[in-house]
């Protein structure tokens, strides 16, 4: 029954993948905002809700391992799987802000996490130092993005959007987003919850089923969507999304739980996760900065760097490490 639901969640999540996308695109093209950054700010907090229900729910049920793991797991399945499985698929040029803007500001929230994790507690007041920065980032994304000459807008979306997408009216760009989100959020609590059953089945504990299952589960839609664009040669979406969802990870979701219930920090997330989460997020200098294009080979290095991690999880907790 388990598996049932793990695969009936995966169809869903990549029914609503596909309109996520469809709808991101048309809505950039009648609101006069670049995809690029669509995919920063809708696209990636509608497909990070998962990881906001999941992450509040486990620090009011007495379960702050699970909701910890899952941002640090699903930040990691973001940049190491997410990104290198898509750009296995479909080669990814990224795009001057993102280099110049948007993953300075994830590796921001990264370390500025990583700061405020240092006493092993997350309190009210850093909740609310990640939430009033995100509101700050995102207010600005959009009005630099409006700011844009309708010219420059046009030509992007020229090059890059189907005839029926940009033809979409505004009202139907929303529902086709709308219903995206409702089919990743519905997806996703079915596939992690069919994942997360089979997983108790092998006796994992709670942390570990936070950064493997719970994350990957939860980084679902994400990878859904990005494979999505990608196919759609939507990149400034797919990219985007990504970094977006780390930063909405750790600024909202982080955030937002803190300022509901003070999260609790293990030592060894600490030493061990929160390392691997700084290491991944830093491979990404030279798969964004070197070369012209994200290919086949970096999405080759980003996934080895993710079974790596998953490997020694596994290891650990067996305490064969």
């Given at each position: 029954m388990d598996i049932l639901i793990l695969l009936l969640g995966l169809a869903v999540l990549i029914v609503g993948g596909e309109l996520l996308v469809r709808g991101a695109v048309g809505l950039s093209s009648a609101m006069k905002i670049s995809p690029l950054v669509i995919g920063m700010t809708v696209v990636s907090f509608g497909t990070s809700a998962p990881e906001l229900l999941v992450s509040i729910q486990s620090a009011m049920g007495g379960n702050p391992g699970i909701a910890i793991g899952n941002v640090i797991g699903s930040n990691i399945a973001n940049l190491a799987l997410v990104l290198g499985v898509t750009v296995i698929i479909f080669p990814i040029v990224a795009e001057k802000q993102t280099k110049m803007l948007d993953y300075p500001i994830m590796m921001f929230a990264s370390v500025l996490f990583y700061i405020f994790a240092l006493n092993l507690n997350l309190e009210f007041v850093e909740g609310l130092v990640f939430v009033?920065?995100?509101?700050?980032?995102?207010?600005?994304?959009?009005?630099?993005?409006?700011?844009?000459?309708?010219?420059?807008?046009?030509?992007?979306?020229?090059?890059?959007?189907?005839?029926?997408?940009?033809?979409?009216?505004?009202?139907?760009?929303?529902?086709?987003?709308?219903?995206?989100?409702?089919?990743?959020?519905?997806?996703?609590?079915?596939?992690?919850?069919?994942?997360?059953?089979?997983?108790?089945?092998?006796?994992?504990?709670?942390?570990?089923?936070?950064?493997?299952?719970?994350?990957?589960?939860?980084?679902?839609?994400?990878?859904?969507?990005?494979?999505?664009?990608?196919?759609?040669?939507?990149?400034?979406?797919?990219?985007?999304?990504?970094?977006?969802?780390?930063?909405?990870?750790?600024?909202?979701?982080?955030?937002?739980?803190?300022?509901?219930?003070?999260?609790?920090?293990?030592?060894?997330?600490?030493?061990?996760?929160?390392?691997?989460?700084?290491?991944?997020?830093?491979?990404?200098?030279?798969?964004?900065?070197?070369?012209?294009?994200?290919?086949?080979?970096?999405?080759?290095?980003?996934?080895?760097?993710?079974?790596?991690?998953?490997?020694?999880?596994?290891?650990?907790?067996?305490?064969?490490?």
């Amino acid at each position: 029954m388990d598996i049932l639901i793990l695969l009936l969640g995966l169809a869903v999540l990549i029914v609503g993948g596909e309109l996520l996308v469809r709808g991101a695109v048309g809505l950039s093209s009648a609101m006069k905002i670049s995809p690029l950054v669509i995919g920063m700010t809708v696209v990636s907090f509608g497909t990070s809700a998962p990881e906001l229900l999941v992450s509040i729910q486990s620090a009011m049920g007495g379960n702050p391992g699970i909701a910890i793991g899952n941002v640090i797991g699903s930040n990691i399945a973001n940049l190491a799987l997410v990104l290198g499985v898509t750009v296995i698929i479909f080669p990814i040029v990224a795009e001057k802000q993102t280099k110049m803007l948007d993953y300075p500001i994830m590796m921001f929230a990264s370390v500025l996490f990583y700061i405020f994790a240092l006493n092993l507690n997350l309190e009210f007041v850093e909740g609310l130092v990640f939430v009033v920065i995100l509101l700050s980032f995102t207010y600005y994304l959009i009005r630099k993005s409006r700011k844009s000459t309708k010219k420059e807008i046009a030509a992007k979306l020229e090059s890059e959007a189907e005839a029926e997408e940009k033809e979409s009216s505004t009202g139907m760009s929303f529902l086709f987003l709308l219903g995206g989100m409702f089919g990743l959020y519905f997806g996703s609590g079915w596939f992690v919850g069919g994942a997360t059953e089979i997983a108790r089945s092998f006796n994992l504990s709670d942390s570990v089923i936070g950064v493997t299952v719970v994350a990957l589960g939860t980084s679902a839609p994400e990878l859904v969507a990005s494979i999505m664009a990608a196919l759609k040669k939507q990149s400034d979406i797919s990219v985007g999304n990504l970094i977006g969802s780390n930063i909405f990870n750790i600024f909202a979701v982080l955030g937002i739980t803190a300022m509901v219930k003070p999260i609790a920090v293990e030592q060894e997330v600490m030493s061990f996760d929160m390392w691997w989460m700084l290491g991944i997020s830093l491979l990404l200098v030279p798969v964004l900065y070197l070369g012209s294009k994200i290919g086949k080979l970096k999405g080759v290095i980003l996934l080895i760097s993710y079974v790596t991690y998953i490997v020694l999880v596994v290891l650990r907790t067996k305490g064969i490490i």
